[in-house]
T-cell receptor
Framework: GAGVSQSPSNKVTEKGKDVELRCDPI?????LYWYRQSLGQGLEFLIY????????KSGLPSDRFSAERTGGSVSTLTIQRTQQEDSAVYLC??????????????FGEGSRLTVL | AQSVTQLGSHVSVSEGALVLLRCNYS??????LFWYVQYPNQGLQLLLK??????LVKGINGFEAEFKKSETSFHLTKPSAHMSDAAEYFC??????????FGKGTRLSVIA
């Protein structure tokens, strides 16, 4: 596709279950980012990939959160043993290079996670 | 580390009135600054960016922003608001290869 694709668009799960969120970046974009958007909190950085490696994982809120990227393309964000405070919109973005000082981030429409 | 403060979580203007959305940044090195817009149920898209060239930056849909180092500000303006401008606006900052740091956003409402 032409843009960043995220799935599922909506996910409702029960507390304690694991969830996987998928991001398919724009073809050829080497950098991929995950952000979390909560009401009134803006966008919180989670993790950044350059190719398949993650030079910056500083934003992952706990060890229940993990992410991987394979083939320099699709990325999966996994949340284990979900808690109610994990409810948010998870946004993925990609860019041509890892340096955002000149590049633009292209965002997907997000995956809305609701933990009951 | 850099940070961004957006003054006002909600701004309401009349159609045709000036739009002013405020953003102040904190950075120990020269920053690169961005404004993104998020329309309802859509992803974020870039409005404009400052990357150390001209201090007055023009973006899409008639928006512009001015980088003022002395005030550590990068306020977003538009001379005349349209109904279609109603959205959430995010200011963001980065320096070298660090990920963008976003503000908490300002929701713009336009009243007919």
């Amino acid at each position: 596709g032409a843009g960043v694709s995220q799935s599922p668009s909506n996910k409702v799960t029960e507390k304690g279950k694991d969830v996987e969120l998928r991001c398919d970046p724009i073809s050829g974009h080497t950098a991929l980012y995950w952000y979390r958007q909560s009401l009134g909190q803006g966008l919180e950085f989670l993790i950044y990939f350059q190719g398949n490696s993650a030079p910056d994982k500083s934003g992952l809120p706990s060890d229940r959160f993990s992410a991987e990227r394979t083939g320099g393309s699709v990325s999966t964000l996994t949340i284990q043993r979900t808690q109610q405070e994990d409810s948010a919109v998870y946004l993925c973005a990609s860019s041509l290079r890892g340096t955002t000082n000149t590049g633009e981030l292209f965002f997907g429409e997000g995956s809305r996670l609701t933990v009951l | 580390a850099q940070s961004v403060t957006q003054l006002g979580s909600h701004v309401s203007v009349s159609e045709g009135a000036l739009v002013l959305l405020r953003c102040n940044y904190s950075s120990s090195v020269p920053p690169y600054l961005f404004w993104y817009v998020q329309y309802p149920n859509q992803g974020l898209q870039l409005l404009l960016k400052y990357t150390s060239a001209a201090t007055l930056v023009k973006g899409i849909n008639g928006f512009e922003a001015e980088f003022k180092k002395s005030e550590t500000s990068f306020h977003l303006t538009k001379p005349s608001a349209h109904m279609s401008d109603a959205a959430e606006y995010f200011c963001a900052v980065t320096t070298t290869s660090t990920p963008l740091v976003f503000g908490k956003g300002t929701r713009l409402s336009v009243i007919a």
